[in-house]
T-cell receptor, first 112, second 112 residues
Framework: SQKIEQNSEALNIQEGKTATLTCNYT??????LQWYRQDPGRGPVFLLL?????KEKRKERLKVTFDTTLKQSLFHITASQPADSATYLC???????????FGAGTRLFVKA | KAGVTQTPRYLIKTRGQQVTLSCSPI?????VSWYQQTPGQGLQFLFE???????NKGNFPGRFSGRQFSNSRSEMNVSTLELGDSALYLC???????????FGPGTRLTVT
């Protein structure tokens, strides 16, 4: 079955630096991959979706890359701010559709 | 446009009881998915409904069931509650059930 691996250790970075989070998946390559942000006690918030034929996608300070050969996606937050501190979840949809599998998430702490 | 709403927000039940949770999707969204989130297992897919039909389900026992109404509102039911059912239950809506999803605030269920 499809598995998603995200760094279980928290990522601590200094304000202003670039945070880079990794998402690795096994088995098949999905048609697209998504990233969500989740704050404690709240539902995830959709951030970005990248398709298999796209290498990179940007939205403001966010950038996502998708390497289907490595079966990996990287999520970057440039000029990070303390308000970016949250858990970031990677998600994909297996064949057959209508079902989304989420990674365990990586906690990001941005220090002022 | 109003977001996804879930009721109730908090619930305390006793082992053996049953519970019904409700989700109202974003207007125009016909797909509703349900997830269970626990610290140990992360975000786990329960089932997805589109136009009153369940199109996919996760690996949960039959005690977990759901339904969707003609106005796209959805309910999930858990019968014979167990202590391990304590979790944050999230619902998410999307236009077609693929791609980006919009999550509600969740229902925090505690089983004692």
């Amino acid at each position: 079955s499809q598995k998603i691996e995200q760094n279980s250790e928290a990522l601590n970075i200094q304000e202003g630096k670039t945070a880079t989070l990794t998402c690795n998946y096994t088995n098949y390559s999905p048609a697209y991959l998504q990233w969500y942000r989740q704050d404690p006690g709240r539902g995830p918030v959709f951030l970005l979706l990248i398709r298999e034929n796209e290498k990179e996608k940007r939205k403001e300070r966010l950038k996502v890359t998708f390497d289907t050969t490595l079966k990996q996606s990287l999520f970057h937050i440039t000029a990070s701010q303390p308000a970016d501190s949250a858990t970031y979840l990677c998600a994909l949809e297996p064949p057959g559709g209508f079902k989304t599998i989420f990674g365990a998430g990586t906690r990001l702490f941005v220090k002022a | 446009k109003a977001g996804v709403t879930q009721t109730p927000r908090y619930l305390i039940k006793t082992r053996g009881q049953q519970v019904t949770l409700s989700c109202s999707p974003i207007s125009g969204h016909r797909s509703v998915s349900w997830y269970q989130q626990t610290p140990g297992q992360g975000l786990q897919f329960l089932f997805e409904y589109f136009s009153e039909t369940q199109r996919n389900k996760g690996n949960f026992p039959g005690r977990f069931s759901g339904r969707q109404f003609s106005n796209s509102r959805s309910e999930m039911n858990v019968s014979t509650l167990e202590l391990g059912d304590s979790a944050l239950y999230l619902c998410a809506s999307s236009v077609k059930g693929v791609g980006e999803q919009y999550f509600g605030p969740g229902t925090r269920l505690t089983v004692t």
